[in-house]
């Protein structure tokens, strides 16, 4: 039986370049359809010449071909010939053409093993795992003989495909009585089927104890270890692999370097390379379009362009791979580019290409190329991809298009998970929280599982409104969902925590944690500064230190600006060396922090020095100077820097303007003051905002002139805030206009009652005129609308350590000492004949 297997396999495989014109062969039939049979002799030499007319290669209209030859069979009496309809049923099985093949098989009167290995493995390499397994059940039915190896291994392509468990159990069981547990062919499919169904160390154990493994039984092992996470076992048993042998062919270069793309190990990738070069298979398009995507997903762009353009011949998975790795690494015009080039020479992409290329057109907000991909996909009829329809989402999601979105998603027949969370994840990203959970509703209802994305899409949302039961609620059913606290949801949980200044909740979350990237330590040690507690932002950092992850530069801004909170110099100098020794000192962002950090930390001097440094300056590195300068009383500087801004092309933003505002207020520019506020929508078009308008308040309060700030608060075009009537309130203050202090107090209160500013300004104004009856309603009133102040309090860095002081507070360990020392200089003060200030409630 094994002879006629191998017989068979050599006729499959005779070269079909036999020099038959499609005339000649088709002459060549219409003579053996008329020509009457003899003898054995001829009848044997008809038989041979069909059997290669079976198997020559036909370039134009083949089906038409093979079925005249099937009607000459027929005519000639050759029907009940197995050989010859078995070729037929090769033949019919290569063309696609399934419903003729079974055709001929259900009429044949007679049928070996290698007509049942035919049509099983017919249905199995066309994907009909349930047609494979209904004509193996028939032929345990009708046969007397054992299956072979080529039926077991088709048998366990099908269980594969249908992932039947159990029917596969039951063939293993089969084959290891019937003695084929060590055949090649069978035990490279059972490997595969472990494989793909997650049993990974079964597989391992089929694959010791084949005595013989093809390039095949490798490659399935090693694509199985590299799909169930284990790139490093697959890297090696490729190294055992070319200790044997075996050489490594296309699809074993694929899979070995698709594990290398996994583990990011650039230089085990450049080895295969390296031998692939050396064994010539460097001209396989499929290797080389690996390579691509290998150097691609190690973030070498470069080298994977290089070996797109030496391509001698491209395909679509060429241009395909290549703009998919432009949009991986955010080159996303370089993506469009060549999406435009691979068009332009008449290429025509696939779902995957536009798939690939909807993406970069959202991550670019580019609407009007996402539109015209749209229409290609249309024409294309490539609407019915699954990934392609989600892409549309996303990309309408992400170019703000919420409605095209929705109308994309509407459109769907039938959604998924991933096509939810996209629609979701848009309307996060737009803050449109209630159409956000009323999908999620949806999704619940029609019983889709929400994924790890749709919680941190929601989480997101939530962190933006800082709602703090909404993200407990989602955090709640995040948990019994039986979403795992992986690095997505924990780094997500943390934010929305942080955001809602539930950091001891953050940080309950941080240390259950078993594993944590930097974008986990990112978020706490940026949460513990955005909450103010820049000490444990400091401390967390020195945890970091001691793991093996390195800091980042978002690591380093939070620090930088926990270290500018505390005006610590010296912990800012020391992150500033940090960053140097890293080379992260010249991102933007990192260099931004430390402007402002040396800016805070009272060296403005540094701070220039740094800031005149910065190669490529924005608008935000600009506003920081000239905030920084107003705030150290620099006008003069202030306004020059601003003026420098203006010239050198940066258009200034509402944020410039109130450091160019709080600059003339510090100095009483009055006049120049008024007139940047005046440039602000004529020069400029920004409409200014409250805060300019409180600015102009304190510019003319503090030049006395309050009648006229009074004036400019009563044209206003909009409502004032009440940090407007405070700026007028501190001006009364300094002036000592108590009535008009009344007023700016009264107007305040009655815009945020709740505001403790306004009340400790007025009772100190009314303390000073030592108006204690007034000063105590004021009091009475703060209690009754519950209004709490917040101590004050300040800090001092000695021997490196930070010392924070609250008022009235003696916690402190020497706080005897502080405060015996605090009565002795006030005392002093009053011998010299200096009056302390009087104040009530600060």
């Not at 249309?378 to 095209?404: Q, R, W």
């Not at 513990?528 to 820049?534: A, I, M, R, W």
């Not at 510090?666 to 008024?674: A, D, T, Y």
């Amino acid at each position: 039986m094994r002879i006629l297997c191998s017989f068979f396999r050599k006729i499959t495989s005779i070269n079909l370049a036999l020099n038959f014109s499609t005339w000649q062969s088709s002459s060549l039939i219409l003579y053996l359809s008329k020509k009457p049979i003899l003898h054995n002799i001829e009848f044997r030499r008809r038989k041979r010449k069909l059997a290669e007319l079976l198997q020559i290669h036909v370039p134009n209209n083949p089906h038409l071909f093979y079925k005249k030859v099937h009607g000459v069979i027929i005519v000639s009496g050759f029907q009940s010939e197995l050989f010859l309809i078995n070729v037929l049923l090769n033949t019919y099985s290569k063309l696609g053409c399934l419903y003729e093949a079974r055709l001929v098989f259900d009429r044949m009167s007679d049928r070996n093993l290698i007509t049942w290995s035919s049509m099983i493995s017919m249905y199995t390499q066309h994907g009909q795992g349930k047609e494979a397994l209904a004509v193996f059940e028939k032929f345990q039915v009708s046969s007397n003989e054992n299956p072979n190896d080529f039926i077991l291994s088709s048998v366990l392509r099908a269980c594969t495909q249908l992932r039947d468990v159990k029917r596969a159990i039951q063939i293993r069981g089969f084959v290891i009585k019937a003695g084929f547990d060590e055949d090649v062919y069978v035990g490279t499919s059972l490997i595969d089927f472990y494989c793909k169904n997650g049993d990974i160390e079964e597989a391992k154990l089929v694959f010791d104890d084949l005595p013989v493994k093809t390039a095949v039984t490798w490659t399935t092992i090693i694509m199985g270890y590299s799909r169930s996470g284990k790139s490093e076992v697959s890297l090696q048993l490729f190294q055992q692999m070319r200790e044997t042998d075996v050489v490594p062919d296309r699809y074993v270069f694929s899979s070995v370097l698709s594990a290398c793309s996994v583990l990011n190990f650039l230089k085990g990738g450049k080895q295969i390379h390296a031998y692939v070069l050396r064994n010539g298979t460097e001209t396989d398009i499929s290797v080389i379009n690996v390579l691509i995507d290998f150097y691609c997903k190690c973030c070498k762009i470069k080298i994977g362009r290089k070996l797109f353009d030496q391509m001698p011949v491209k395909n679509v998975v060429s241009w395909t791979t290549m703009i998919a790795g432009y949009m991986q690494n955010s080159f996303h015009q370089d993506a469009m580019k060549i999406f435009s080039e691979m068009t332009r020479l008449g290429w025509r992409p696939d779902g995957f290409t536009c798939t690939s290329i909807l993406s970069s057109c959202g991550s670019l907000e580019a609407l009007k190329q996402g539109i015209q991909v749209h229409s290609y996909i249309i024409k294309a009829n490539l609407e019915s991809d699954d990934f392609v329809k989600n892409g549309l989402i996303d990309m309408y999601a992400k170019c703000t298009s919420l409605e095209d979105a929705r109308k994309a998603f509407d459109a769907m027949d039938e959604h998924n998970v991933i096509s939810y969370n996209a629609m979701i994840e848009g309307y996060a990203r737009q803050g449109r929280i209630c159409e956000a959970l009323d999908l999620f509703h949806m999704m619940r209802l029609r019983l889709f599982s929400p994924s790890l994305l749709t919680f941190v899409s929601l989480l997101g949302v939530s962190a933006s409104l800082s709602t703090i039961e909404l993200s407990k609620q989602i955090h709640g059913l995040a948990v019994k969902s039986g979403v795992a606290l992986d690095l997505y949801t924990g780094s997500a949980l943390i934010d929305v925590y942080c955001k809602c200044f539930c950091v001891d909740d953050a940080r309950l979350i941080f240390n259950e944690m078993t594993e944590r990237d930097i974008v986990v330590w990112n978020a706490m040690v940026s949460g513990y500064t955005q909450s103010g507690q820049s000490d444990d932002s400091l401390r967390l950092f020195l945890k970091l230190l001691t793991s093996r992850i390195r800091p980042d530069e978002i690591t380093f801004v939070a620090l930088v600006t926990a270290a500018s909170d505390l005006a610590s110099l010296f912990h800012g100098q020391q992150l500033h060396s940090q960053l140097i020794k890293t080379s992260l000192d010249l991102e933007p962002f990192v260099s931004i922090a430390l402007v402002d950090m040396y800016a805070k930390c009272g060296s403005i001097e540094e701070a220039r020095v740094l800031f005149d440094s910065i190669n490529q300056r924005d608008v935000v590195c600009w506003n920081s100077m000239i905030s920084r300068y107003a705030q150290h009383g620099h006008a003069k500087e202030a306004l020059m820097l601003f003026d420098q801004m203006v010239v050198e092309g940066i258009e200034p933003t509402c944020v410039t303007f109130i450091g160019v505002l709080s600059a003339c207020s510090h100095v009483g520019l009055v006049e120049i003051g008024l007139n940047h506020f005046q440039s602000m929508k004529s020069s400029f078009g920004i409409e200014p905002g409250m805060e300019h308008y409180a600015c102009v308040v304190d510019l003319l309060g503090k030049a006395g002139k309050l009648h006229e700030a009074k004036e400019f608060i009563d044209q206003m075009p909009i409502e004032p805030a009440a940090t407007v009537w405070r700026s007028l309130l501190s001006a009364c203050r300094m002036v000592g206009n108590l009535e008009l202090a009344k007023y700016a107090a009264e107007m305040a209160i009655s815009v945020d009652p709740n505001d403790s500013g306004s009340y400790v300004l007025l009772s100190n104004i009314l303390a000073s005129k030592g108006m204690w009856t007034d000063v105590e309603k004021v009091r009475k009133k703060m209690n009754s609308n519950e209004v709490l102040k917040e101590p004050g309090h300040s800090w001092i860095e000695v021997n490196s350590k930070v010392t924070v002081f609250i008022a009235k507070d003696k916690t402190h360990n020497q706080a005897e000492s502080i405060y015996w020392v605090l009565q002795k200089l006030t005392k002093q003060i009053i011998d010299v004949g200096d009056v302390p200030e009087l104040t009530t409630l600060s």
